[in-house]
């Protein structure tokens, strides 16, 4: 198993960055692709990033493609998710999961095995 914690989530004016972190223990870190969805309120779990096991390949929703990017760090067991650009409709609770596997990396949640807490990010107008 592998347990994730997010952090780097926060208050931002419109425009400005935030950098999110996931750190991950429990079985080697490379063994996973890594993902970041969110979930505002009333809304479903949607898909944001995500990247393989090596870095090589990585995914986006269509409203997250040149404003956000993922990235990982292995030696550091760690995935981030760099924020440009914020806008209000990007307020949501991020999570990042886990899927242990090297084909990918997926876009469905229903592939993660593995789900942080969540850390809250709010863009204001």
């Known amino acids: 198993q592998v347990q994730l914690v997010e952090s780097g989530g926060g208050l931002v004016q419109a425009g400005g960055s935030l950098r999110l972190s996931c750190a991950a223990s429990?079985?080697?870190?490379?063994?996973?692709?890594m993902g970041w969805f969110r979930q505002a309120p009333g809304k479903e779990r949607e898909f944001v990033a995500s990247?393989?096991?090596?870095?090589?390949?990585?995914r986006y929703v269509d409203s997250a493609k040149g404003r956000f990017t993922i990235s990982r760090d292995n030696a550091k067991n760690t995935v981030y998710l760099q924020m440009n650009n914020l806008k209000p409709d990007d307020t949501a609770v991020y999570y990042c999961?886990?899927?242990?596997?090297?084909?990918?990396?997926?876009?469905?949640?229903?592939?993660?095995?593995?789900w942080g807490q969540g850390t809250q990010v709010t863009v204001s107008s």
């Open positions: 990247i393989s096991w090596s870095g090589r390949s990585t």
């Open positions: 429990g079985r080697t870190f490379s063994y996973y692709a």
């Open positions: 999961a886990a899927h242990e596997g090297t084909v990918g990396p997926p876009v469905s949640a229903n592939e993660y095995e593995y």
